[in-house]
């Protein structure tokens, strides 16, 4: 793509749900049932290139965490950006996904001995990754492993933002070193390993004035801490993920340009490298999650719209009261004719909180309709889970290739004693 292409009109910020293909879709429920996540991997490059457009200088990296599917990981690789894994597992896919060592960075949090284990020994295959550490003892435990290699350290900016107060991590202390601690932390690493970065991250979903903001004052004493232990003693200042996307139909798109022009002003002058990490914006809009209705049940204040696909696929909304657009692939301006009303999507958990939504204007549901959720594509099957005895789901990419069979019942049961062993 020329740059033109990856800035213009033909690599839009943001893919919103009304704009996939609905025929495509319903052929791919018809063929693979539901519930059924859908990846358009052309999507996900086009981000990456619209993110290396934005931060043409900058260290890319992709938070494998928001979506971890080889299909994905493999076309992110491609697309030049580098992977940043929260633990030995997503290291370990990094790795198979053919990112070389020096394109992966573990950001270690409270790391069990066994993540600690393996990627120690993964470190002698590929001696250049880094492991970004955010408490001294997690440098102790690396130095007690024989490691003395790359090490970027993890500081608590002491600054959160972000979509929930749950994932305003940059003011949690759980995350990094104190910032008035880091100078001493980093002299610390400095004796016993190579230091070749700091790191901090606010949150996730920036998206309005008042996150960006957050990410101006962390990004300004991220660049203060560089100068103040020496740039040019640093690789990267990785100043962490976080751009967000919009999830209400009418919400803009974040200007990804404005952003990262923000950033390198708030950075300031720097011999190190600036790094960012974004998960989300690589690959929510580039997923949607496919559902089936199979009650219908109207009640005096809303319409029940009972799916096949509930928190245990997408958590999302259960967890952070996240909005996602919901589309009705068969009715409405998709589909026939119907009148639209206050409409609740339920799921088949057993939890008040297994909603998609509560009293959305829609179009009244059918038995057998098919819904499509919107930006399904970050956090999406990463988060679910088999709550309720409930097999996770199937992922296929929109060109129709299996990414991830749907699990079976036995394979929910199959790691208990008197489980299925198939
Ligand atoms: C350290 C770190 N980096 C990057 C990210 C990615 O955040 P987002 O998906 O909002 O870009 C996260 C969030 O999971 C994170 O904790
Ligand atoms: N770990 C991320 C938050 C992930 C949020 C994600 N799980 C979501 O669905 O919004 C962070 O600390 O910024």
Not at 159 to 173: D, F, L, M, S
Not at 175 to 191: H, M, Q, T
Not at 248 to 256: G, I, S, V, W
Request: charged fraction near 30%.
């Amino acid at each position: 793509m020329s740059d033109e292409q990856l800035r213009g009109a033909e690599n839009p910020p943001i893919r919103r749900l009304a704009e996939w293909d609905v025929e495509r879709l319903r052929e791919l429920a018809g063929e693979h049932d539901t519930p059924l996540y859908v990846t358009d991997l052309d999507r996900v490059a086009e981000n990456c290139a619209r993110l290396r457009a934005a931060f043409p200088d900058a260290d890319v990296k992709y938070a494998v965490k928001a979506h971890t599917g080889r299909a994905v990981l493999e076309t992110v690789r491609e697309a030049g950006l580098d992977a940043e894994c929260a633990s030995a597992g997503e290291v370990r896919r990094a790795f198979d996904a053919g990112f070389p060592g020096a394109r992966v960075d573990y950001t270690a949090v409270n790391p069990p001995a066994r993540d600690l284990d393996s990627v120690v020994e993964w470190w002698d295959d590929h001696p250049d990754l880094t492991v970004t550490v955010g408490a001294r003892d997690t440098l102790d435990r690396l130095a007690e492993r024989g490691y003395d290699g790359r090490v970027c350290v993890r500081v608590n900016p002491g600054v959160g933002a972000g979509h929930h107060e749950k994932v305003r991590t940059g003011a949690a202390p759980k995350f990094g070193v104190p910032y008035d601690r880091a100078a001493e932390v980093v002299a610390d690493a400095r004796d016993r390993f190579e230091v070749v970065g700091v790191h901090a991250h606010a949150g996730s979903g920036i998206h309005g004035e008042a996150d960006l903001a957050a990410h101006r004052d962390l990004v300004a004493r991220m660049g203060e801490l560089a100068r103040e232990i020496g740039d040019d003693e640093l690789e990267f200042v990785d100043v962490g993920g976080g751009f967000g996307v919009p999830y209400h139909e009418d919400d803009p798109a974040l200007d990804l340009d404005a952003v990262a022009d923000a950033t390198r002003e708030a950075l300031g002058d720097l011999d190190a490298t600036l790094a960012v990490e974004p998960g989300r914006y690589v690959v929510a809009d580039a997923g949607v999650l496919l559902t089936r209705v199979n009650t219908v049940k109207p009640t005096p204040e809303t319409t029940v719209a009972g799916v096949d696909a509930g928190m245990t696929d997408l958590l999302r909304p259960a967890m952070y009261d996240a909005y996602h657009a919901i589309r009705n692939l068969d009715a409405g301006d998709a589909g026939d004719a119907r009148e639209t009303g206050p409409v609740t999507v339920a799921g088949p958990i057993c939890e008040t909180g297994d909603t998609f939504c509560d009293g959305r204007e829609l179009p009244l549901p059918d038995r057998g309709d098919l819904l499509a959720v919107g930006n399904a594509g970050a956090y999406g099957y990463e988060m679910a889970s088999t709550y309720n005895s409930r097999p996770r789901p199937a992922e296929v990419s929109l060109a129709g290739d299996v990414l991830r069979e749907r699990e079976t019942l036995a394979g929910v049961t199959k790691l208990e004693r008197g489980g299925a062993d198939e």
